[in-house]
Each structure stands twice: as C-alpha cells, then as structure tokens.
C-alpha cells in the first residue's frame, strides 16, 4: 500500500459522524415553552381565583417592578441604595397630586390637585421619579459601596420629613387617597363600563390584575433586553471593575447616571401601582423598612438576575398577606390584636432566615436553585440523547491498516 493511499484509507476506517440529534432543538424550545404556558395560566387566573387572591397578585406585580429596577442598580451595577422608598414616594404622591382633585382637608389644610387623567399622572410619577434620580446619580457617581448607601439613605428621611410637612399636596401623616386608574374612558377601579367574560364579571381586582401583569412584562421585558444589549454589557463591565470599565472606554460617570436613572423610573412606576393597590398612600409606607424589603428581593431572588427579582417580590410581598389570611391555622402567627406573632413580623422573621440561608448555600438566590433545576433535567435527558444516536461498532480487523504499513 502506498503512502498516498494511507490518510484516505485511515479517513475511511474511522467510525461514521453521529447524525445531529433533534435533542437541541428541544432544549432551545423548553423555554419558551414554559414562558408561553405561565404567561397562559397568569391570563387564565382570574377565571379562577377569588378576590384576596387578585389583589395579592397586583401587589406582587407592582413590587416586582420595583425589584426589577433595583436589581439594575444593585445586583448589575454594583452600587449599593437605600433609597428605593424615597424614589417609591415621589412616583405615588406625584400620581396622587397631578389625577386627585382639590377639596378635602390634610392635617392643616385643604388638599391640592390638578385632576389630570390617571395615565398622565402615572407617567408624571415615573419621569419624576427618574428626574429625581438623575438629580442624586452626580452624587452617587462619586461613591461606592457602603459610603453611597448611607448617602442614599440620607434621601429616605428627608422623603419623609417632606411627607410629612407638605400637607396641601400629600396629606401630611393622615395621607391622602389615590384616584382609580383609567385608560381612554375604560375604568380599573369600578365596573365603568360593565364587563363580562365568559360569564365571569370583571370588576376592580380582575382589571387591576391585567394591567398590574402588562406593566410588569413590560418591565421585565425592558430589562432583559437592556442587559443583553451593548450598554448593558457595559453596566455588568462596571460592577465588576470601574478600572476595566475605564480603560475599555465606558463612561463610567455616565453609566453610572443613566442606570440611576432608569431604576428611579422603575420605583416611580412601582410607586403608582403601590398607591392603586392599597387606595391610598401615607408617609408610613415609604420609610426605611421598605427599602430594605426591596434589598431583600433581591438578594433572595439573585443578584443580576432579572426573573429572580420578580420571584424574590413573589417571596416578600405575598408571604405576610398569606400569614394574614390563614393566621388562625398557622402556629405562634394571629391576627392584630390577638396576641402572638403578628402576620407581618412572621412574614419578616421567615423571609430574614431565608435571607440568611440563602447568602450561606445558595448565593445565587432563587434563580440560581432554578438554574440547579435545569442543568439537572439536562443531565437527566443526556442518557436519552445518546440511546437516539445511531450506534456505532468498533472497526474489524480488516478494517484496520495492517502494522508497519506507514514505515513501508
């Protein structure tokens, strides 16, 4: 045999190509998949579930929003705030002053409005929002870590103390009711006009439902394409090193304002739909504590990671609405004025312990046990794909080039 003739010979002893197996086709269509069939089940609730059920899924919605937005800050910038409640404050009073109407006494005085449509006063709450964290970004552009969020925190309290004394705009510490929402003459706060689906009556909590759930797919979408897009590479760049981020010819002072930005425009919006949720909005419901709920979000949910903002809101807001509610089956939990452990401290203890475990095993959060969950069916379907490939026998003998063949 010649040399000439041995690469060819070898080429065509070696076993056949395994045939492209159909399993990363399936793999690259799971998601959507699944994505597809929640979004069906969330559109199918309220068809399903009653009232209490509703509201608390509204409230979710708003809370994960907010999330969202701090998530951009803290788990994808790096830049610790404590100021998610004063950004929460200026999007509800904002909506709540520009769509409420004059009359009505404060603590001290008669309340202002200017009774603009709800969806303008919705939009002023959020621009205001992000103007208001444009303001603060020059400050926070010049700190980092624990320093920026004792500087954040400092907005907290004069949010408060402004709160408090503003009384012809915010009521003062009684608070002042928020208008029902409306879109082009369609209400969310009553059966105007009357609706009716499937034999199912849509009153206030299935419509405030669809519009909590719009709003928040619209944030979460936003979010995620921000990520995967060139600024926000370039955001992920600063976190981990505002050097790099330098020399690579990011704008690390720009950056730093932009994301600021758009994360007070998220607690804006979180801010309106916290106001409709509970009809009304007082100074008690922006203080410190709220802030640090929002951090606990997401740091359970996962830090960086869009989803696990949304289920670490699912985890904080629903958790002491259900104590709440079942307080008379759950052990040491009671109802207000009963003795034991309130719903809402209960609610804190549980998600403060989670907090705890989950820095300790499970860094990631709630969406790194759910990227576990799916690395593990992989694995799980890995033996399948295998057993689908065409087997493949070992070459014969005569298959083989015979030895010393290549010294010839």
Do not use: C
Not at 66 to 78: D, P
Request: no cysteine; charged share 10%; hydrophobic share 50%.
């Amino acid at each position: 045999m010649s040399e000439q003739t041995l690469p060819a010979a070898r080429g065509a002893t070696r076993a056949p190509a395994r045939p492209a197996s159909n399993a990363r086709p399936r793999r690259s269509l799971l998601r959507p998949l699944l994505t597809a069939a929640l979004l069906v089940v969330l559109l199918a609730v309220p068809f399903y579930v009653d009232e209490f059920w509703l509201r608390t899924g509204f409230a979710v919605f708003g809370a994960a929003v907010g999330a969202i937005g701090l998530n951009l800050l803290v788990g994808t910038t790096g830049q610790l705030s404590l100021a998610h409640a004063f950004f929460l404050a200026v999007g509800a009073y904002s909506y709540v002053y520009v769509s409420g109407e004059s009359g009505g006494l404060g603590t001290r005085a008669e309340l202002q409005g200017l009774g603009a449509p709800p969806v303008v006063g919705m939009v002023v709450g959020v621009l205001l929002a992000g103007l208001a964290g444009l303001v603060f970004s020059p400050i926070a552009a010049r700190l980092r870590g624990i320093y920026l969020g004792v500087a954040s925190l400092g907005l907290v309290f004069i949010g408060v103390h402004v709160i408090n004394t503003w009384t012809p705009v915010t009521g003062g510490f009684n608070g002042r009711s928020a208008p029902q929402f409306s879109l082009f003459g369609f209400s969310f706060g009553n059966d105007d006009p009357p609706l009716a689906v499937l034999g199912v009556p849509f009153r206030e909590a299935e419509r405030l439902w669809y519009l909590g759930l719009v709003l928040a797919l619209a944030g979460y979408v936003f979010a995620r394409n921000l990520l995967r897009s060139r600024p926000g590479r370039a955001l992920q760049t600063l976190r981990d090193s505002e050097v790099a981020a330098s020399v690579m010819g990011v704008n690390v002072q720009a950056y730093k304002a932009r994301v600021f930005l758009v994360s007070s425009m998220y607690a804006g919006l979180s801010g309106v739909l916290y106001a409709l949720s509970i009809g009304s909005v007082a100074p008690e419901s922006f203080t410190l504590v709220v802030s640090i709920q929002y951090l606990a979000m997401v740091v359970l949910g996962g830090l960086g990671s869009v989803g696990g903002a949304a289920l670490g809101a699912l985890f904080v807001t629903a958790l002491p609405l259900v104590f709440q509610r079942y307080a008379d089956v759950l052990p040491l939990v009671s109802a207000p004025g009963q003795g034991g452990i309130s719903a809402s401290f209960a609610a804190r203890y549980l998600y403060g312990a989670a907090i705890v475990l989950v820095i300790l095993f499970e860094p990631a959060g709630l969406a790194g046990i759910a990227q576990r969950l799916r690395s593990g069916l992989r694995r799980g379907r890995a033996p399948a794909r295998r057993a689908d490939a065409a087997p493949t026998s070992p070459p014969t003998p005569s298959d083989r080039p015979a030895q010393g063949s290549e010294t010839r």
